[in-house]
Each structure stands twice: as structure tokens, then as C-alpha cells.
């Protein structure tokens, strides 16, 4: 954990406010009670001490420290002082991509869900097709709760504060002729399949330039069906490749975001 996260609703029990770039802000002098994991991490890995300060971040606002005025090894409680003046740094840029994923086995969706937001991407959708087990949209690990814990993870790995929204699409058809289409609002699905070509620094910059994200897709690992890639390539779909080899999902998703970084660096 490389940052203490702090929701808004945590502070001193003020509303945040808001300042002329929608980020949050403090009210003076706030304090903040800790007696979760996050109080215990700070004891029992961070090793801190009364006076110590520690790297925080007000989600969906700015980074800082915070100042420990008090803390209960026995009770793993922290009270942590926090000034506005404290709070200075913006949040990574987020990666201009959006994922669209065939859902995985829950546990390889969870661990996707967290690569994706300590990537920064903001917006992944799970979707359902022929070759995802009905079963996998049962799994306790898809609950919302789960999901945010996966999402925090990422978050305070990569030292950002802006949340990733999760989606989920239980039934194929609809997604792919009522969801999807909205969701694209115009712009290319770029699909990632075998033996097709690598996405281009042109179509890479084209999209950046735009200021959109890529809406990339992968695939169950046992791949579509004709038929559904043939309603997603009427989606404005265009097929991208990683080369000759067929990864497994979080594997290519990986992949897929090293290559986008690796192109807007370049």
C-alpha cells in the first residue's frame, strides 16, 4: 500500500466541498479516525509513530500527507490530522482506455479488476457470452463490496484516487444491441483476436487526439462464436492482435495495457 486512502464522508463528519475542478476538498484542521486494516497497516508495516506524517489521498480528490496526533497499538486505532494546505497533488492521468472483458473465472476477474485500476483505467464492463459459464455471474466476488475492495487495492498500489466503475452485462444480446452501441457513441471496437495486426501509434494518437478513450475488448479464452463476432464487428468492431500466441485473459489484459502505454510514451 503505497497511500492511505480516505473517503469524503470520513472527514470529521463534513460534506466535502468542491472546489472549481470538481475535486474534493477539506474543511480546516480535519481529523480522521482510523480502526480498520488501514489503522493496522500504518501501525504494523509503516512502523509509524505520534508526529509521523503519511502519504493519504481523499477519493476522487487530491494527495497529501496527514500527521498521526494519536495511535493504540492494542486497539490498532490512528487519528490522523489533516490540513488543506497538506493536500496539493492531482491524482495520475487515467489511461485512455475503456476494457470490455468476457467474464473470466470470478477469481481471474478480480484480480483483472484490480491490474485495471492500478492502470488506471476508469471504466471496465464484464459482459456475458457463450463460452462464460452462467455460473461465474453467481460468484460472491462479483458483489459490489468485493469489487470496490479490488478496486482500492489498485488504487492505493498506484497512488490515485479516482475510482474505476465496474459493469456488469448478465445476457449477450442486449448488451451487444442496446448497451454496447451507447456505450461506444460512435467510436471504434477494437477486438482483440488472433493473427490480427497490433494496434497502430496513428490509430493510437487519432483516438488520443479526440481526448476519448480506446474501447478495447477481449474475449472469452475459448474465443467467440461466429455469430457473436459478427455482431460485435457490426459494432464498428476492428480486430487487434498480440502476436501468435493465445493468452489467457488477465494476461492479455496486461498486454493490451502495456502496449497502450508503451505507444502514448513513444
Not at 459482459?127 to 468485493?146: N, R, T
Request: net charge neutral; proline share 6%.
Amino acid at each position: 500500500m503505497n497511500v492511505i486512502l480516505i473517503k469524503s464522508d470520513e472527514l470529521n463528519g463534513h460534506s466535502a466541498a468542491q472546489d472549481g475542478e470538481d475535486q474534493k476538498i477539506v474543511p480546516a484542521h480535519t481529523t480522521v479516525y482510523l480502526s480498520d486494516w488501514r489503522a493496522k497497516h500504518i501501525i504494523e508495516i509503516l512502523r509509524a509513530q505520534i508526529g509521523d506524517s503519511v502519504k493519504i489521498g481523499i477519493i476522487n480528490g487530491k494527495l497529501g500527507i496527514a500527521h498521526i496526533t494519536s495511535l493504540s497499538q492494542h486497539s490498532s486505532e490512528v487519528t490522523l490530522k489533516i490540513k488543506p494546505t497538506d493536500l496539493g497533488l492531482s491524482p495520475p492521468c487515467p489511461t485512455p482506455a475503456r476494457l470490455l472483458i468476457a467474464l473470466p473465472r470470478p477469481k481471474a476477474a478480480r484480480r483483472i479488476v484490480q491490474l485495471a485500476s492500478e492502470c488506471g483505467v476508469k471504466e471496465l464492463h464484464f459482459f456475458h457470452c457463450f463460452k462464460v459459464e452462467k455460473s461465474y455471474w453467481s460468484s460472491p466476488l462479483l458483489h459490489p463490496v468485493k469489487l470496490e475492495e479490488q478496486i482500492v487495492i489498485g488504487l492505493q498500489q498506484s497512488v490515485d484516487t479516482c475510482p474505476m466503475n465496474v459493469y456488469l452485462h448478465q445476457r449477450f444480446k442486449p448488451f451487444v444491441e442496446d448497451q454496447l452501441p451507447a456505450i461506444l457513441a460512435g467510436q471504434a471496437l477494437l477486438i482483440a483476436h488472433p493473427a490480427a495486426n497490433a494496434l497502430t501509434k496513428k490509430e493510437f494518437m487519432d483516438q488520443s487526439e479526440k481526448d476519448l478513450p480506446l474501447n478495447i475488448m477481449l474475449g472469452p479464452e475459448g474465443g467467440f462464436i461466429p455469430y457473436e463476432l459478427d455482431k460485435l464487428m457490426a459494432c464498428n468492431g476492428k480486430k487487434i492482435g498480440l502476436g501468435e500466441r493465445i493468452y489467457r485473459t488477465e494476461t492479455a489484459t496486461a498486454l493490451l495495457l502495456g502496449q497502450l502505454k508503451s505507444l502514448g510514451e513513444c
